[in-house]
């Protein structure tokens, strides 16, 4: 597969959506909603679990499934409520020293008038902001798209996993071309250029682990969840001084 | 001289400085012309209300068009020199390159250092403003908008570092259309990288000023723009995540006069202070002032 043929399968029709991730991999999963300011961005669903036991304050972005979902979850583009909420479950998260697990799948963060209007700018700042010092565990998992500040708003984490056809990019590559080449057919080069895929990602330090899909079966869930379980048990016994100095050390590297 | 004919030597060209910065391709220098011996920069026209202005009399208006008011953009050092004293840069050398291979990225950095005689689109070090001692940061629209690459995010938060080792405020003028593309995921992790060193300052105590001017939006926008503890605009500047031809291609409906400027964001929450051009050193230096712990003074 070239850039562009993962470009197109990271958007695929019937792609297991953070829902689906979370139903697999959370066990007794209470949603917990709003951002206590303004309103409850479906675009983003959150709340408490278990992963193998280990409890874990869930966080992802939800593109919906069919079409009825997919407009309830604004097509994954959030708001800055949802990312006010994002922040706010992480900070409850830090309070009991519960890891924070992400899963990331968007186009990008929604750009229309109320979200300018509410600070789409200050509240994805201030989810990077707050991410990046938590102090708890976190890992964000890309699951479909990437897509830019939107995706980084949630991704500021201990380590970023990517799935085998999952991109993770700092513009679209319809934008890129748009903008560089005033050319829209040009998509297929701009997503080579980009260097968006999960080879050239773990190549470039952008993320640390490459899931292999399995087609989403069973398999692949099951083994997911025992990789993330690992991950926080392993985590849990950083002291969290020395945690969020070594967060701090991934992202400075770059 | 009438300013027909100075219109005919000066302004072949005019363009809204907004348009094809990031995108027009490397701009060609036009053949000198016999009559070009008139020094250059003699006039301007202002590019909101496009009148002829002299340059003396722009840049001692502190580059406001004297005609219409209009916020004329300023250079990284031209910003620093108005608002500081005693500056003295950091990391002047610093430059990365075309760390994707991007195709014609090599070209485009080639020439706009030419062009600017910048390495990239910041410009870092240590001032006094009002006597109060700082660091501080001016980026450049000259340079891709001030569009955030490796150098640019590096040398931000290498200030910000050097700052929580020397006990300093920062005071960053902002100014960028977003992350650069050419730089792909690169540049996305600058807007972690800067806001992780932005924590850390403030964890240390110590105060961020953050000064956004015309433009302030995407990946910067939405990283250290927003990460200040005092936000000041400069007046009609534009702010917001998404370019408004964005958001007008997205919603398919035109947007309201005022739209994510300055104002419109005051009365929204988002910035403290919308300051006057001339005001902005003193308003700098009264703030740095109150901020200063006891032990400074």
Request: with cysteine; charged share 25%.
């Amino acid at each position: 597969m070239n850039a562009y043929d993962i470009v197109l399968k990271s958007r695929e029709k019937g792609r297991p959506t953070a829902g689906k991730y979370i139903a697999n991999i959370v066990d007794g999963f209470i949603e917990l909603h709003g951002d206590r300011r303004f309103a409850d961005d479906r675009a983003i669903i959150g709340g408490v679990g278990y992963v193998d036991g280990l409890p874990v304050t869930v966080i992802g972005i939800e593109k919906g499934e069919d079409t009825n979902a997919k407009i309830e979850h604004n097509f994954g583009c959030a708001h800055p409520e949802g990312y006010r909420k994002a922040v706010r479950l992480m900070k409850e998260a830090e309070k009991f020293r519960r890891p924070v697990l992400c899963f990331v799948d968007t186009s990008g963060a929604y750009c229309g008038i109320g979200a300018e209007e509410r600070g789409q700018s200050e509240a994805i700042a201030d989810a990077i902001l707050k991410m990046i010092r938590l102090q708890t565990p976190t890992l964000s998992i890309i699951i479909g798209e990437g897509g830019s500040g939107g995706a980084l708003g949630l991704s500021a984490a201990d380590e970023v996993w990517i799935t085998e056809t999952a991109t993770y990019s700092v513009i679209s590559p319809e934008g890129c071309a748009s903008i560089l080449w005033k050319d829209s057919a040009k998509v297929a080069e701009a997503s080579a250029c980009l260097k968006l895929t999960a080879q050239d990602l773990i190549g470039l330090g952008a993320v640390e682990r490459v899931i292999c899909e399995q087609d989403f079966s069973e398999q692949f869930f099951a083994d997911l969840k025992g990789q993330i379980a690992a991950f926080f048990r392993e985590k849990k016994g950083v002291p969290v001084e020395r945690l969020v100095e070594e967060r701090y050390a991934r992202f400075r590297k770059f | 001289m009438k300013l027909e004919d100075l219109k005919k030597f000066f302004f072949k060209k005019p363009k809204n400085a907004l348009e094809g910065t990031e995108d027009a391709p490397p701009e060609q220098q036009p053949p000198a012309e016999p009559e070009a011996s008139i020094p250059e920069k003699l006039a301007e026209k202002c590019e909101k209300c496009g009148q002829i202005v002299l340059s003396d009399e722009m840049a001692e208006n502190f580059g406001i068009c004297p005609k219409c008011g209009h916020y004329k953009k300023l250079d990284a050092r031209a910003r620093i020199a108005l608002c500081a004293e005693n500056f003295c840069e950091l990391f002047a050398q610093d430059r990365s390159e075309n760390i994707l291979d991007f195709p014609g990225y090599d070209e485009k950095l080639a020439s706009l250092r030419e062009k600017t005689g910048e390495p990239d689109g910041v410009v870092c070090g240590t001032a006094t403003i009002g006597g109060s001692p700082c660091a501080l940061f001016s980026m450049d629209y000259r340079f891709m908008m001030g569009s955030m690459g490796h150098t640019v995010g590096e040398k931000i938060t290498k200030l910000f570092e050097y700052a929580i080792e020397q006990s300093l405020p920062v005071v960053g003028f902002v100014l960028s259309g977003g992350a650069r593309m050419q730089e792909g995921i690169v540049s996305l992790m600058q807007m972690a990288k800067t806001s992780a060193a932005v924590a850390k300052h403030s964890e240390a105590g110590l105060l961020y000023i953050a000064v956004l001017t015309d433009p302030t939006t995407g990946g910067v926008s939405a990283s250290f723009a927003f990460e200040a503890d005092i936000i000041l605009a400069e007046k009609g500047a534009l702010i917001g995540f998404a370019g408004p031809r964005v958001i007008e291609q997205t919603i398919r409906q035109k947007l309201p006069e005022g739209f994510q400027r300055a104002e419109f964001l005051q009365q929204k929450g988002f910035v403290d202070a919308i300051v006057e051009r001339k005001e902005m050193p003193g308003k700098l230096a009264a703030l740095l002032k109150i901020h200063a712990r006891e032990a400074d003074e």
